[in-house]
C-alpha cells in the first residue's frame, strides 16, 4: 500500500509542485487540506479543491476554521492589544497557527505516515509549521520539498509544465495573503529598507472621502456591537467592520521585524478592523482598569505576542498567560466612539459602567471629592518617606567621607 502524506494546500504554485512531486516522484497517497482562516470565499474554496483534484489528489478537504481561530487566538491578541513593534497585528503568523493545527488533526484522522507543507527555507512560516507537527504528531515525518531541494521559482515552473500542469505561471506583482486579522502584502518595495507599497498594490481601494463616526461594543473585551448591532459571534463583528473601515485606507502599514531565523524583513499589510478594535479596546481599558493591571498585561501580552509569532503557540506558559488576561477582562464592558477619516482615524472617548474616570470622587486638574488637602499632605510625606531616608543618610555619609 501507498504511503499517505498529508499536504497543507493553498493551490498556489508551491503547493502544486508539492502535490506532484510527492505523488509521482515520491509515491505517495496526497490527501490536501486548505483551512480557511477568514481569507477565503465559498467559491474560492471551490476552485482551491478543483485544483486539487485534477493534479491527482486522493482526497481533499476544506476545513472552515475561522471561529475557532477567533477563540483560541485572535481573543487573546485583543486582550492584550497586541501589536508586534508596536505597528503588527500579527495577521499572517497568528493564523499559522491554526492552520499547522488543522493539519496536524487531520494527519492524525487520517493516520497519515508523512505531513507536509509548501514554506521555502527563506521565511517564518517554515518554523511554525515544523514546531506544531514536532509537539502535536512527532513520530510523523515533515516533508518539505521547496525547502529541501532549494527550488527555483523557474525550476518549480518547468517541472509542473513538463507534467502537463496548466495554471496561471505569471508571478503577479505582489503577494497577498489574506484572513480575518488583516491581509499581508509583499512586493519589490518590501525587500528594501526604502520604499511604500503604492496605491494599487493595497487590496482594498480607497473609495470613502467623507468622515465617519462609528461605536464599538465591547462585552468582558470581546466586541460585540458595531454601530449599536449586535452580532452573535465577535466574528461577524470584526467581518462587518472591515466592510466599513476598510475603504477608508486604515490599517495600512509596512512591519520591519526580527524573523525566528534570524533575519529582518518587511512585509505591508492592511488591517482596518484589527487596528480599529485593538485602539479602541485599549481605549476603554485605560479608563476601566487600574494601574497595575494595564503594567502587567503590557508585559506579559506583549511575550505573548512574540511567542505566538515565533510558533511557540503550544508552550504552556501561552494557556497560563491566556488565562490571566481573560481574568483582566471582567469589567472592560462599554462603548468606544471613534471618527473614520480617509487613511486615518480617531478615538473620540468611551461610556461605560465601570469607568473609574468617575465625577463622584473628583476630577483631574479641578477639584478632589473623596480626600481632603491634608489627607494629600500626608500621603505626600509618607510616599516620599524612604526617598528622603536615602538622600539624607547620603547627605550624612558623603560629609563624614569629605572630613
Known amino acids: 500500500m501507498k504511503k499517505k502524506v498529508v499536504l497543507a494546500f493553498s493551490g498556489g504554485l508551491d503547493t502544486s509542485y508539492c502535490v506532484k512531486y510527492l505523488r509521482d516522484e515520491q509515491g505517495y497517497e496526497v490527501h490536501t487540506i486548505t483551512v480557511n482562516t477568514g481569507g477565503f470565499t465559498p467559491a474560492e474554496l471551490s476552485d482551491i479543491e478543483k485544483r486539487a483534484l485534477t493534479l491527482g489528489v486522493a482526497s481533499h478537504k476544506n476545513v472552515e476554521e475561522t471561529k475557532n481561530y477567533y477563540e483560541t487566538v485572535i481573543r487573546y491578541l485583543i486582550f492584550g492589544n497586541v501589536l508586534k513593534n508596536n505597528t503588527y497585528p500579527l495577521s499572517v503568523s497568528a493564523e499559522r497557527m491554526s492552520q499547522a493545527l488543522a493539519t496536524a488533526n487531520y494527519a492524525k484522522e487520517l493516520r497519515a505516515d508523512a505531513v507536509a507543507h509548501g514554506s521555502t527555507g527563506a521565511g517564518n512560516d517554515q518554523v511554525r509549521f ?25 525550476q518549480e515552473i518547468a517541472y509542473l509544465k513538463s507534467k502537463g500542469v496548466e495554471m496561471n505561471f505569471e508571478k503577479a506583482m505582489y503577494s497577498i495573503n489574506k484572513g480575518i486579522w488583516g491581509t499581508s502584502v509583499g512586493g519589490k518595495e518590501t525587500l528594501n529598507s526604502l520604499g511604500m507599497l503604492p496605491e494599487e498594490a493595497w487590496p482594498t481601494p480607497v473609495t470613502k472621502t467623507e468622515n465617519e463616526e462609528i461605536t464599538l461594543g465591547f462585552q468582558k473585551g470581546e466586541v460585540v456591537s458595531v454601530n449599536g448591532k449586535k452580532f452573535n459571534h465577535p466574528v461577524e463583528a470584526i467581518q462587518f467592520l472591515q466592510e466599513i473601515a476598510g475603504p477608508y485606507g486604515i490599517g495600512r502599514d509596512i512591519h520591519v521585524g526580527d524573523t525566528i531565523i534570524g533575519i529582518k524583513g518587511r512585509v505591508g499589510f492592511e488591517a482596518a478592523a484589527p487596528i480599529l478594535i485593538l485602539k479602541a479596546h485599549h481605549a476603554l481599558e485605560k479608563h476601566v482598569l487600574t494601574k497595575w493591571q494595564l503594567s502587567w498585561k503590557d508585559q506579559l501580552a506583549q511575550f505573548y505576542g512574540n511567542w505566538l509569532h515565533e510558533g511557540q503557540y503550544l508552550d504552556p506558559v501561552m494557556r497560563d498567560i491566556e488565562t490571566f488576561l481573560s481574568s483582566t477582562q471582567q469589567q472592560v464592558t462599554g462603548t468606544v466612539h471613534l471618527q473614520l477619516y480617509p487613511y486615518r482615524y480617531q478615538v ?15 476630577k483631574y486638574g479641578e477639584m478632589n471629592l473623596g480626600w481632603s488637602g491634608e489627607d494629600v499632605r500626608g500621603f505626600s510625606k509618607i510616599f516620599g518617606n524612604q526617598t528622603m531616608i536615602y538622600h539624607q543618610v547620603k547627605k550624612s555619609a558623603d560629609a563624614e567621607q569629605k572630613n
Open 348 to 362: 473620540t472617548g468611551i461610556q461605560s459602567p465601570h469607568d473609574l474616570m468617575s465625577s463622584k470622587f473628583g
Open 130 to 154: 515544523d514546531m506544531i507537527f514536532h509537539v502535536l504528531i512527532p513520530s510523523v515525518e515533515i516533508i518539505t520539498p521547496i525547502r529541501d531541494l532549494k527550488l527555483s521559482r523557474e
